[in-house]
């Protein structure tokens, strides 16, 4: 069962699906005076809205590793973090968590950690 969970100020449609690729989210901003009646006359931004997503156990992936490259160093944690946010249209996380488990995608050099891995479980974007 997909489950999808968005909080947060105004009118929001939502729509969720699976793609070949991976699943995909869009929010869609119905936020304004005239939105009952009509044609709109403009949109109002609604502020930050906090999306999570809960896949099924079946899914075939790895976690996002918390160090960008199998180093320690300055390219883990806060860095990997703001590095998934970019890539997904953001400007930085703002939170994250993460556990020890025996895989991860390294975002850096795009190779998969089969060991002692550092792994996100979540990350807060804005």
Not at 2 to 30: M, R
Not at 31 to 43: A, S
Not at 45 to 71: F, H, K, Y
Not at 72 to 80: D, E, R
Request: net charge negative.
């Amino acid at each position: 069962m997909k489950v999808v969970v968005v909080g947060g100020e105004g009118f929001i449609e939502i729509f969720a699906w699976e793609t070949a690729p991976g699943y995909s989210v869009h929010l869609l901003n119905y936020t304004n005076p005239n939105m009952l009646r009509g044609w709109f006359t403009g949109t109002y931004p609604v502020g930050p809205q906090l999306v999570r997503a809960e896949l099924p156990e079946s899914i075939n992936g790895a976690r996002v590793d918390w160090c960008m490259t199998p180093e320690l160093g300055p390219g883990c944690g806060q860095s990997a973090a703001n590095a998934w946010c970019t890539s997904k249209g953001f400007s930085r996380a703002t939170s994250f968590n993460w556990i020890v488990q025996s895989a991860a995608f390294r975002q850096g050099d795009h190779t998969l950690c089969n060991g002692y891995c550092g792994a996100f479980t979540d990350v807060t974007c804005e």
